[in-house]
């Protein structure tokens, strides 16, 4: 087994730099919350007079007709007033705190025109089944509308094992499609013009061998991996954190990750390599401010890890991209996105001394939440699914999924699917929503709130950078704790009643009756196994081994990139778990630390 301390040592070394960077940070924005550059002193005196006679009238309301709960909290925490004034945002800079879009700090978006010039992406979450299965489904999103294909794989396509594996039993297609070879992406992406699709692909610990397969299907088309655009998640800290699918150790991921960085960055000019991942950390309970602090320092951490590697900051970073949670939590998810634009903008301008503004541009994707989703009552989601959608794109997002109502059940149908598709289109089509950019900006009570989900990711991410940064906070276990004990919290405030879930513990039907959901027929397993002993007996074996001997080679080398020998490997035909294999050799696997 291969242990490769230099990345760890070298993350570490940029977490000690950043503590002083915080402190400095924090410091300034303390000096600069004296100022009123906004509002008149004499204005503020008056407002907090009539602020105080007002506060008598409501708390004589309040006494007539009490509250109707004892607090009034978002899900991080973060106590809401009955009301917001300019007082709330009297230290407001409208240069420094929020700008105009797609100038920095990039807090009322990332491009000048926004919505008005190009709607986002409408990219729905799809894959299920045999390759063919997934095929039809990316050809029915298209025909209706869809702008950009995401594509899900099932979970022992996640973990990096074939469908003949005794851990794939069961799961064969059930989450996502099956991808084992080449032949399968061949088939899935058969009809689809990767020239002119752009495709996202929900993969990580694999990633690698997903995005070689893609580079070899669009090579079969004849296009070019130049011309390739979309995105692979890539974002193994947060399976650590949250999804937990990895294969290997976590510094051994992240010298992959790193070496895709620099194959994407030289070959790929139109891929983003990682897309850094808030979605499924707040999918396992964290708070908004939670999945901010987080996600931004997993984002951080792979800053340090190009720099480290001996890239410059801008030949990189432009093309990272982010994926983030939409919830239920409305206002708070509205300056979540705010304030994330702001944060990134910040540090990668001070900390890392980033020139080039897609540097400091943070684009995401968001989806809106699983978890929200409930079974019982399942046409309710329709309507969390539409606010969830709101906040998202009144937030400035860049491409968003709608959950489908039935999720909750099983993989979406394709009238679920058409009618969460729909959504994204009534909203753009219907509304004036995207007509005006940032449209809530200069809300006292939004951007106080954008405020403070800034300062509460700045506590974190000192925390973090304290115990040695992200990589050290993981295999301490300590984010891993925080989450768990909020993801407590909020489920002993639903079974108390104190949050309240229309459908769940209020409004109740006794009568529950399933709905119609779609069935993964079991003869997939049956058949994607049959399709990958076909591949092996029809393939050259003999170009396997080599392909295979080579790439244990490059593992074993740290200053050798790996991605050339991945792709050579899949161009042969060797399967997804062959591969995984040869690296679980190498590097071994982790084990997570026991969270008390």
């Known amino acids: 087994m291969r242990i490769m301390g230099s990345i760890s040592e070298r993350l570490s070394e940029w977490s000690s730099r950043r503590l002083g960077y915080w402190r400095d ?9 004296s100022r009123t550059p906004l509002f008149r002193e004499d204005a503020l005196r008056r407002i907090e007079q009539l602020q105080r006679e007002w506060s008598e009238r409501y708390r004589e309301a309040v006494r007539l007709a009490p509250e109707r709960k004892t607090s009034f909290k978002t899900s991080s925490g973060i106590e809401i007033k009955p009301l917001y004034t300019p007082l709330d945002v009297s230290w407001l800079d409208y240069e420094a705190d929020l700008g105009f879009p797609g100038d920095h700090p990039f807090t009322r978006g990332v491009y000048t025109s926004m919505y008005r010039s190009k709607l986002w992406t409408m990219r729905q979450f799809a894959g299920f089944g045999t390759p063919e299965d997934t095929n039809r489904r990316f050809k029915f999103l298209l025909e209706h509308g869809e702008t950009g294909l995401s594509l899900a794989f099932d979970m022992p396509t996640l973990y990096g094992y074939d469908p003949d594996n005794p851990r794939s039993e069961g799961e064969v297609g059930k989450c996502g499609a099956s991808v084992a070879t080449l032949r399968d992406m061949e088939i899935i992406f058969d009809g689809i013009p990767l020239d002119k699709v752009s495709v996202s692909m929900t993969i990580n610990a694999p990633a690698a061998v997903l995005l070689a397969m893609l580079i070899v299907v669009a090579e079969k088309q004849g296009v070019p991996m130049s011309a390739l655009s979309g995105t692979t998640q890539t974002d193994i800290l947060k399976e650590f954190i949250a999804q937990k699918e990895w294969a290997f150790t976590p510094e051994a991921h992240l010298r992959i990750i790193r070496d895709m960085m620099e194959f994407c960055t030289r070959n790929m000019p139109r891929w983003h390599y990682i897309s850094i991942s808030g979605y499924h950390i707040r999918e396992a309970g964290a708070s908004a401010v939670q999945e901010l602090a987080f996600t931004l320092m997993d984002g951080f951490t792979y800053v340090d890890l190009g720099i480290s590697s001996g890239m410059k900051v801008d030949e990189f970073a432009p093309r990272f991209s982010f994926f983030f949670n939409s919830t239920m939590n409305f206002f708070e998810e509205i300056a979540k ?3 994330a634009r702001k944060v990134w903008a910040t540090v990668m301008k001070e900390f890392y001394g980033a020139k080039n503004p897609r540097s400091m541009t943070l684009r995401f994707h968001t989806q809106t939440s699983g978890a929200s989703l409930t079974w019982q009552q399942p046409l309710n989601n329709i309507i969390r699914t539409t606010i969830e959608a709101l906040a998202a794109v009144l937030g400035g997002t860049q491409s968003l999924h709608t959950n489908s109502y039935d999720e909750a059940w099983a993989l ?12 994204q289109q009534i909203i753009a089509e219907e509304t004036d929503i995207p ?17 403070q989900m800034f300062e509460k990711a700045l506590d974190y991410f000192y ?8 990589l050290k906070a993981i295999e301490s276990g300590y984010v891993q704790r925080e989450i768990h004990e909020t993801a407590y919290r909020t489920q002993l405030a639903v079974e108390s009643g104190e949050s309240v879930i229309v459908g769940v513990n209020k409004y109740v039907l006794p009568d529950e009756k399933p709905i119609n959901y779609l069935r993964i027929d079991e003869s997939v397993e049956r058949r994607q196994i049959e399709r990958l002993n076909e591949v092996k007996r029809t393939r050259d074996n003999e170009r396997v081994r ?3 001997d080579e790439l244990r080679w490059a593992f074993e080398h740290d ?5 050339p020998y991945i792709i050579e490997a899949v161009r042969s035909y060797a399967t997804l778990e062959e591969i995984m294999n040869v690296g679980r050799e190498v590097f071994g696997t982790w084990k997570e630390p026991q969270i008390v």
Do not use: C, Q
């Open 559 to 563: 200053e050798v990139n790996v991605m």
């Open 435 to 451: 007509d005006t950019i940032d449209p809530l900006a200069g809300s006292y009570f939004v951007e106080w709130l954008t405020d």
């Open 412 to 423: 979406p149908t394709e009238e679920a699917v058409l009618v969460a598709l729909r959504t």
């Open 337 to 339: 996105f705010r304030a």
């Open 463 to 470: 925390r973090i950078d304290e115990v040695g940064g992200m």
């Open 25 to 33: 940070l924090r410091s300034r924005r303390e000096v600069a919350r």
């Open 546 to 548: 080599r392909a295979l």
